[in-house]
């Protein structure tokens, strides 16, 4: 089914970038409001970590089905829809007193979110053509950056004049809100004309997962996409408090400068992958030395080779942002008929490494400290084993770059554009982590 003539922005691009903002800010918030939360229930790190990482669990589990039901019922409809379930998590999190209460709302609102981001793709490739689909995706990662923005120092400086529980019952309201506005003033984008089955979409799923190109990536996404988003998350804040002495605000502050360079990130990546694709230098170039330069900026934060610690974090934030480039790399492996496919499924990936290592960054403290080391010295073990996994994949990606540089003959087959945008040749321009 081509896509119709465009319709206006403000009906069709608006609405998903304010339901992708309060994505990003949900899945940022505890950051800032970790400590708040551990100070007043008496959590230990790992159950902080937990209650954090519930989100990217649920999250994770939602892909697979998501895509079957956007293709079946349109993003319209099955967005407004899920933003209702985050609504009601938000309010389950604001009214919960015990670990198992905020982890159940942090779920629910993590499989709310699940489908702001491939949504706005999905209406995206319908409403408007080839030619504007990459500048589409650009503004909803923007919307996105100002989302985890908004959740760093406005929220540090909310909670001097409210509670965490107060703040989170605006958002409950704010995604009633956005739920209606994308439900009552989003255009229908339509379905395909002859949608694939349950059982052939499955089977597409499967072409995926048995790929070997496809688990050249999990690695490196698991462990660098899914651990920057695990840092920002939770972890950096807790670090510049119980290493870097910092207090609230001002770690709140480092925050918000990884935040504001990783959305320049994004805008340079969308500004400059097409042209650097023309010129052969693909996804996997930049993600080859992305990746690294974001690793070497985390050894240095975790050395303490420098009292500059918020040109550190700031550095790290710019450099990470290169992570949103492997659905590229992994979506050029497939036809342009499974790129979707390949998308969520290096997305489930990505949102389980996520919740492993914030969970799992808070069990290793938990444990070291009860061996006897003091908060700091817990910390630094702990992100240099996500520093050591990070190094690990990157080699296997960068080691595997030969053999998997060309995709096959017969798994490929060149469209206009994708889902997410259009691409130069050899190379599809599609979105990062949802």
């Known amino acids: 089914m081509p896509p119709r003539a465009p319709v206006s922005w403000t009906r ?45 669990l649920a999250f994770a589990s939602a892909q697979i089905p998501l895509g079957v039901l956007l293709d079946r019922f349109g993003a319209r409809r099955v967005e407004s829809a899920l933003l209702l379930v985050a609504a009601a998590g938000a309010a389950v999190f604001a009214s919960s007193r015990t670990v198992g209460g905020l982890a159940a709302g942090r779920a629910l609102v993590g499989l709310g979110v699940s489908a702001c981001f491939m949504g706005a793709l999905k209406a995206f490739s319908r409403l408007y053509g080839p030619e504007r689909q990459a500048s589409l995706v650009g503004w909803i990662m923007t919307s996105g950056g100002l989302g985890a923005i908004a959740s760093a120092y406005p ?17 409950v309201v704010a995604t009633v809100a956005a739920s209606a506005w994308l439900f009552l003033r989003a255009p229908d ?8 089955t349950l059982s052939a979409q499955l089977r597409g799923v499967a072409t995926v997962f048995r790929d070997l190109r496809y688990w050249r990536c999990v690695p490196l996404a698991m462990t660098f996409t ?8 939770l972890w950096a804040t807790s670090w510049l408090m119980n ?9 709140a502050g480092h925050l918000t400068g990884l935040n504001v360079a990783m959305l320049a990130g994004y805008l340079a990546i969308g ?23 974001a690793i070497v900026t985390l050894v240095l934060v975790v050395s303490e080779a ?38 969520t499924a290096l997305n489930v990936s990505v949102f389980l490494g996520a919740f492993g290592l914030q969970w799992g960054m808070g069990g290793a403290i938990d444990l070291l400290r009860a061996r006897g080391l003091d908060p700091a010295a817990a910390h630094r073990a702990s992100f240099w084993a996500l520093l050591v996994l990070q190094v690990l994949a990157c080699a ?20 206009p554009a994708s889902a997410a945008g259009a691409y130069a040749p050899g190379e599809r321009l599609t979105g990062g982590p949802t």
């Open 155 to 171: 929220m540090a400086a909310a909670l001097r004049i409210t509670t965490w529980r107060e703040i989170f019952l605006a958002l």
């Open 12 to 56: 069709a691009v608006l609405p998903f970038a304010g339901a992708y903002f309060l994505s990003y800010l949900y899945r940022t918030a505890n950051g800032v409001i970790g400590p708040v939360l551990r100070d007043e229930l008496s959590l230990t790190a790992s159950g902080l970590g937990l209650l954090t990482a519930a989100y990217f």
């Open 243 to 251: 290493v870097n002495g910092y207090g609230r605000d001002a770690a």
């Open 306 to 343: 420098t009292p500059h610690t918020r040109a550190l974090w700031t550095a790290y934030g710019a450099f990470s942002c290169c992570g949103t480039l492997l659905y590229t790399v992994n979506t050029r492996a497939f036809p342009i008929e499974l790129a979707g496919r390949a998308a």
């Open 189 to 196: 984008e339509g379905r395909a004309e002859a949608p694939e």
């Open 271 to 293: 500004l400059v992958a097409t042209p650097l694709a023309r010129r052969e230098i693909t996804a996997s170039h930049i993600v080859a030395v992305g990746a690294p330069a």
């Open 226 to 233: 899914g651990g920057f988003m695990a840092v920002q998350g």
């Open 396 to 415: 296997l990606f960068l080691a595997t770059a030969r053999w998997a540089r060309a995709p096959r003959s017969d798994t490929r087959r060149e469209a």
